[in-house]
């Protein structure tokens, strides 16, 4: 039995990168990693909304060995030259390999985008800590954790900016799973909030631009309330983070 659960996990790392290239186009300028539960995230929805079309698409894998991501993230900065605006969808850092995540951290100081959407898998459950990736992140995540609030906590408007200015919060969303951390780096900005604490924040790194989500789509709501990947501002929430990434920043 062991011997014919290797075999098919090594036909599944050395034939899923086929499998799933068929979404692979050369031209993307939206890149996503797509991690647990990341169809709820609606980055895709948010992305064609905005004119992304056609993403380049990666999936996290867990194997038998390690995890890893198929098709494997480019190892070269200038493999992303197509490429405006890469997501992290609830993925273990981890798995882009050493030199895809000092591509990674490259492609952002050189202008890019990163969007990080922390899940189960993200920040420190990811062992991001010490990374090239723990540079670009806008918080100190070295002793996160996934927490459950109990109550929920309502989303709310943070500090005024471009990407929530335009979104409605009358509807109260809940976030019921969530990231807690340490503290914000400096330069860092709560754009929406979960209670006290925070739920979107966002900062530039070098020439690029960050993300960061800190509420995971886990749990389930109760009657009465609105889990915030069903309320209907999301996918213009989510439109708008992807617009700010896709800019430059001002020499």
């Not at 807690?180 to 739920?199: C, Y």
Request: net charge neutral; glycine share 8%; charged share 25%.
């Amino acid at each position: 039995m062991q011997i014919k659960i290797i075999f098919c996990l090594v036909c599944y790392t050395l034939f899923c990168g086929r499998l799933y290239s068929v979404e692979n186009t050369s031209s993307s300028n939206v890149y996503i990693l797509k991690g647990l539960f990341h169809e709820y995230y609606k980055i895709e929805e948010a992305a064609r909304a905005i004119g992304l079309e056609n993403p380049k698409v990666s999936y996290f894998v867990v194997q038998y060995w390690g995890s890893a991501v198929r098709p494997e993230f480019p190892r070269y900065k200038c493999d992303l030259q197509n490429v405006r605006v890469v997501v992290l969808a609830d993925m273990e850092v981890k798995a882009l390999g050493l030199y895809g995540r000092k591509a990674l951290r490259d492609f952002v100081a050189d202008g890019g985008g990163l969007m990080i959407i922390g899940g189960l898998f993200g920040l420190a459950q990811g062992e991001c800590r010490g990374t090239f990736i723990d540079e670009l992140i806008p918080v100190e995540a070295e002793n996160s954790v996934v927490d459950w609030y109990q109550p929920p906590l309502i989303i709310t408007r943070g500090e005024d900016d471009f990407i929530n200015r335009s979104i409605s919060f009358e509807k109260k969303p809940v976030v019921i799973w969530g990231y807690r951390f340490d503290k914000l780096k400096p330069g860092a900005r709560v754009l929406v909030k979960a209670g006290d604490s925070s739920f979107l924040v966002t900062w530039t790194y070098k020439k690029g631009r960050v993300a960061l989500l800190t509420g995971t789509c886990l749990g389930e709501s109760k009657e009465g309330e609105l889990a915030f990947w069903e309320w209907d501002q999301w996918v213009p929430l989510m439109k708008n983070v992807l617009a700010w990434l896709a800019m430059k920043e001002k020499e």
